[in-house]
Each structure stands twice: as structure tokens, then as C-alpha cells.
Nanobody
Framework: QVQLVESGGGWVQPGGSLRLSCAASGIAFDRYAMDWYRQAPGKQRELVAS???????NYAEAVKGRFTISRDNARNTAYLQMNSLEPEDTAVYYC???????????????WGQGTQVTVSS
């Protein structure tokens, strides 16, 4: 059974930091690209950051310089370090895993259940 379990969300004041974790089980983790998405109330889900199998990394413009994505293949875990958080970062954050071969992503994908991040004073 495939599971992606996020943790590390919560409430933080503006300027604060949180570190999200995504623990994967039931998949060959090192064959997957790992992404973090977020969805704020009334908005569409958006891609925040991606880390490919070769540790190639991409970020959304809104989080560049503040967020850092990483992965530990030995622990089957992906991370999202979020610094200098802003109220606009408030959202449910989702972990996403998708099979990657070379530069091509395939249809096999999995989602976590999401973790709430709230940034307010």
C-alpha cells in the first residue's frame, strides 16, 4: 500500500519558519520525482517546489530564496524548509510523488493527505 504522510505543519508568525516532511512507503522512492503543492482557500492548487531524481530542483517564483526542497533517498523522505513565511503562504501543503524516467514524468503518481500551514500574527 502506497502512503505519503506529511508532517510539520502548524501555525507560525510572519517571518517564522517551518519544516515539512513527507515520508513515503510502498514505492521505490528513488524512482520518483517529489513535489510540494499548496492550496489556499478559494484558490487552485499550485506547485511550490520540485526535486527530481537527479536532485534537479525548481521553485515557484513566489517562494524562491525562502523555501528549500530536499530529499533523503535512504529515509524515503522529502522535505520543505520554509523560511521568512508570509501570510500569503497560508495553505494546505501536499506532497506529490510521480514516476520519473530520464526527463519524462509518467502517469503513476501519488498524493499525501495534506498538512495545514497558517501564517498570521
Amino acid at each position: 500500500q502506497v502512503q505519503l504522510v506529511e508532517s510539520g505543519g502548524g501555525w507560525v508568525q510572519p517571518g517564522g519558519s517551518l519544516r515539512l516532511s513527507c515520508a513515503a512507503s510502498g514505492i521505490a522512492f528513488d524512482r520518483y520525482a517529489m513535489d510540494w503543492y499548496r492550496q489556499a482557500p478559494g484558490k487552485q492548487r499550485e506547485l511550490v517546489a520540485s526535486i527530481l531524481r537527479e536532485s534537479i530542483i525548481n521553485y515557484a517564483e513566489a517562494v524562491k530564496g525562502r523555501f528549500t526542497i530536499s530529499r533523503d533517498n535512504a529515509r524515503n523522505t522529502a522535505y520543505l524548509q520554509m523560511n521568512s513565511l508570509e501570510p500569503e503562504d497560508t495553505a494546505v501543503y501536499y506532497c506529490h510523488a510521480q514516476v520519473q524516467v530520464g526527463t519524462v514524468r509518467f502517469k503513476t503518481e501519488h498524493w499525501g493527505q495534506g498538512t495545514q500551514v497558517t501564517v498570521s500574527s
